[in-house]
């Protein structure tokens, strides 16, 4: 087996083992660590004066360990194998095997994998589903009170009436529904936050709404509103569906951090099938994002989306950067064009939080104290960018046609990059070094 962060994952019973693995491997518990090529093994310092020993071969076929935990391979395998992955200079080579390690391999354990029978998998999700409806239902007269209030009374509220409502939806297994709610009090910080959360709260009681005719809905819709609720599926799953071949050009990042752990967003396009697909990474405190990407430049090879009525998502299967010139990506050239595009998206996942448009032609002007871009004919599309990427936009598509991509939100575009005739440049983050003095250029 070929070990990255990736395989470790599907390898692992669940994330709270893996959560803990990495506690462990972070916290220096191990000692003599060695390996002969075929098998690596090492002993695991534990709360108290317990050690365990612990073995694995690195074709994943074996692993030993003398814990109790019923889950299996469990966090100090895990954590062995993480510390291949991040201290291999480290492992000290072995000719000679000790004789537990030998005995261990000739006598594995058996491996009880997260993902087991679809009947069991089944039953687990039903089970969640009645929890999750007792959510909705709660969340439903949260929301009419809401309302009744009127949303200038929530000017007052403090962290504690927000707090409680998502920590009712955590209980109800509703994960991602409580992480929206603790975003509104920062919505609420932004102008015009009155319509902006009328927006937000909407969008929760069609959630509602729909949640309860969801065994009624296509499967299509259904799986987008577990989703939506916080189901997630297993990247082993995901990566069993069919795979999409393409040259995909790497045209957006965003970074950033939501609740202490870190995330990137990877957006790709096809050359060939003109599609777009979004590559999300997480990363607690200071772990390394799983590879790297660069923009601008392409990969060629093979990405899973994951299943949905209007699928976004996906995985990279087998990519590997390819660096041929591309013919090009598809365009849409007006503003209209990409409203009818996002009306017909947002018809098929009316919870479509960013839709993903390459706009051509146009040109970045300043009116009444703001960036918005003009297309061909000459209509207004508002930008929503951060002051010093507002410049760069500014300076390159100010005095020729250029072409943007961002996420279009139903009111704004989020620019993401701009691309001239020999580049892609990005519009989040710290901006590049050669435009510090954007505003001198125009």
């Known amino acids: 087996m070929s070990w990255t962060y990736a395989t470790l994952q599907a390898y ?47 074709d ?13 391979p469990c966090q100090h395998v895990l954590s062995l194998l993480l510390f291949f992955l991040r201290k291999n200079d480290q492992i ?43 959510g909705v239902e709660e969340l439903d007269q949260w929301l009419r009170d809401v309302i009744r209030q009127g949303l200038s009374g929530l000017e007052g509220a403090g962290p504690d009436f927000w707090e409680r409502i998502a920590a009712r939806m955590v209980d109800a297994k509703l994960g991602s529904v409580a992480r929206r709610i603790r975003s509104f009090p920062k919505l609420m910080a932004e102008e015009q936050w009155h319509g902006k959360l009328l927006g937000a709260l909407s969008e929760l009681y069609l959630f509602v709404q729909s949640f309860r005719q969801l065994e009624g ?40 951090e939501e609740e202490k752990l870190r995330y990137r967003r990877t957006w790709l396009v096809g050359e060939q099938t003109g599609r777009f697909a979004l590559v999300l990474d997480f990363a607690w405190g200071n772990e390394r994002f799983e590879g790297h990407w660069v923009l601008g430049s392409a990969l060629q090879g093979e990405l899973v989306y994951y299943p949905g009525a209007y699928p976004l998502r996906a995985l990279l299967k087998r990519v590997q950067p390819y660096r041929q010139p591309m013919d090009g990506v598809p365009i849409t050239e007006h ?13 098929q996942n009316p919870w479509l939080s960013g839709f993903p448009v390459l ?43 250029v072409t943007v991509f961002g ?34 250029m125009l």
């Open 359 to 401: 706009l051509g032609q146009v040109r970045a002007v300043w009116q009444s104290g703001k960036v918005v871009l003009l297309d061909a004919r000459g209509m207004e599309i508002p930008v929503q960018a951060e002051e010093a990427h507002e410049w760069v936009l500014l300076a390159v598509g100010g005095r020729q046609e």
């Open 12 to 58: 692992a019973p669940n994330t709270l083992v893996l959560n803990r693995a990495r506690a462990l491997f972070y916290g220096r518990k191990w000692e003599s660590v060695a390996s002969d090529g075929d098998a690596l093994w090492g002993i695991c310092k534990s709360t108290g004066e317990l050690t365990y020993p612990v073995m694995v071969t690195l």
């Open 60 to 72: 994943g076929k074996a692993f030993h360990c003398t814990c109790k935990n019923r889950y299996r």
């Open 335 to 347: 503003g209209q064009e990409m409203l009818e595009a996002y009306a017909q998206a947002l018809a």
């Open 407 to 440: 996420e279009w939100t139903g009111e704004s575009l989020r620019a993401l990059s701009v691309l001239d005739s020999s580049r892609v440049i990005q519009l989040q983050g710290p901006p590049p070094s050669d435009f510090g003095e954007a505003d001198e």
């Open 217 to 256: 809905l296509p499967e299509s819709l259904q799986v987008e509103l577990l989703s939506y609720g916080g189901v997630n599926l297993k990247k082993e799953e995901v990566l069993e569906g069919p795979a999409v071949s393409d040259r995909w050009l790497v045209i957006g990042l965003v970074e950033g």
């Open 92 to 134: 000290t080579p072995a000719d000679e095997r000790p004789g537990w390690v030998r005995d261990a391999v000739r006598q594995p354990e058996a491996r009880k994998s997260a993902v087991v029978d679809t009947g069991e998998r089944e039953a687990r999700l039903n089970k969640r589903i009645v929890e999750m409806k007792a």
